[in-house]
């Protein structure tokens, strides 16, 4: 199946400091990206849908000027996580759509470790 | 809105143990439920789905049962191996094509023992 990678995929920073999770597929154009966020032991949330070229559309609750979403080419598509603070430490994931559309040809990144101290 | 609600895990078992992870659900509409399966240091991969009442998705010997009435989705297999060992989550849209969204469960992480 396709590949979605994500780097880094475990990052410690300050808090105060900005972080950038970098998410590619590689062997596709991903029209669509998504990014995901886990707690501990809660589910997997749905931040944001990210389409090539446009603004991110940001799911409810989430802070569009603390997680910078920039989809500017096919296969990348970045989350900044800005003036990170510990509340922050989270699991991120992103997944990578084609443009045929459904969910069968949804693929999952590794997923992103941060931890902010 | 939509919820999905699994077992806490870790469930750990011995090879060729019988497997069952709970899985339940709340939706408006009519939902499509899936299993997502994600190996240490991979993406999570579609497992399997159903998309209505009484449908069994079936996939590498797993399958659940759409069970409307119960609103549940119990992943189940009936001798695992150590090569299953990985989180499972469950999942369910209220949409499809390219407008759907995943919403999932917590995830249960399945430890196989030799």
């Known amino acids: 199946g396709a590949v979605v990678s994500q780097h880094p995929s475990r990052v410690i920073c300050k808090s105060g400091t900005s972080v950038k999770i970098e998410c590619r597929s590689l062997?596709?154009?991903?029209?669509?990206m998504f990014w995901y966020r886990q707690f501990p032991k809660q589910s997997l949330m749905l931040m944001a849908t990210s389409n090539e070229g446009s603004k991110a559309t940001y799911e409810q609750g989430v802070e569009k000027d603390k997680f910078l979403i920039n989809h500017a080419s096919l296969t990348l598509s970045t989350l900044t996580v800005t003036s990170a603070h510990p509340e922050d430490s989270s699991f991120y994931i992103c997944?990578?759509?084609?443009?045929?559309?459904?969910?069968?040809?949804?693929?999952f990144g590794p997923g992103t470790r941060l931890l902010v101290l | 809105g939509n919820s999905v609600t699994q077992m806490e895990g870790p469930v750990t078992l011995s090879e060729e143990a019988f497997l069952t992870i709970n899985c339940t659900y709340t939706?408006?509409?009519?939902?499509?439920l899936f299993w997502y399966v994600q190996y240490p240091g991979e993406g999570l991969q579609l497992l399997l789905k159903a998309t209505k009442a009484d449908d069994k998705g079936s996939n590498k010997g797993f399958e659940a049962t759409y069970r409307k009435e119960t609103t549940s989705f119990h992943l189940e297999k009936g001798s695992v191996q150590v090569s299953d060992s990985a989180v499972y989550f469950c999942a369910l849209t209220t949409n499809t094509g390219t407008a759907s969204k995943l919403t999932f469960g917590t995830g249960t992480r399945l430890q196989v023992t030799l």
């Open positions: 062997d596709f154009q991903a029209t669509t």
């Open positions: 997944s990578a759509r084609g443009a045929s559309g459904g969910l069968e040809t949804q693929y």
């Open positions: 939706a408006t509409g009519y939902p499509s």
